[in-house]
């Protein structure tokens, strides 16, 4: 589920550079070719913008079509480097480092020493958490408004 970032792209576009949607095709062939399962909102929000950059500091990376520094690739072999498990593929930077895992749908950030700080079952629940730190400095409305 994404819906959440897409509104706040919507909402306020001056917030968000999106660099554009990638082909689900193009992101399953990299899945298959780097061996591992991409959650399916990251994929969603991929096919439907791309990565990008958001806020002041925030770091979307994609698989493929943008400069190799805004890359899940070589980014996370950099960080792999750095000691992160090569279980983890790196796909934010910003605040903290946002990895999933390559074999199953799970989410986590990590802190500057890497070390995991946060969990999340969605794209939604990990944005939240970045929201958090600027909903109230660029005047974002409430998360989730009560229906009806």
Known sequence: MIDLIIRDSIQRPDLFAWRGGLSLTEIQEWERVQLISV???LK?????KGGGELFE???ILQPSGADEDD????RSEWFWGKGIDSDFYVFH?????????????SLYCLNSDLN???KFRTL???YL??????ANRYYLPPAFTSGK
């Open 44 to 48: 969603d929000l991929w096919s439907n």
């Open 71 to 74: 890359l899940v690739l070589p």
């Open 116 to 118: 995991q700080v946060g």
């Open 39 to 41: 959650p399916d909102d």
């Open 93 to 105: 930077e910003g605040l903290y480092v946002s990895v999933f895992r390559k074999d199953d749908d």
């Open 124 to 126: 939604n629940d990990w």
């Open 57 to 59: 500091s925030e770091t």
């Open 129 to 134: 958490s970045l929201r958090v730190e600027y």
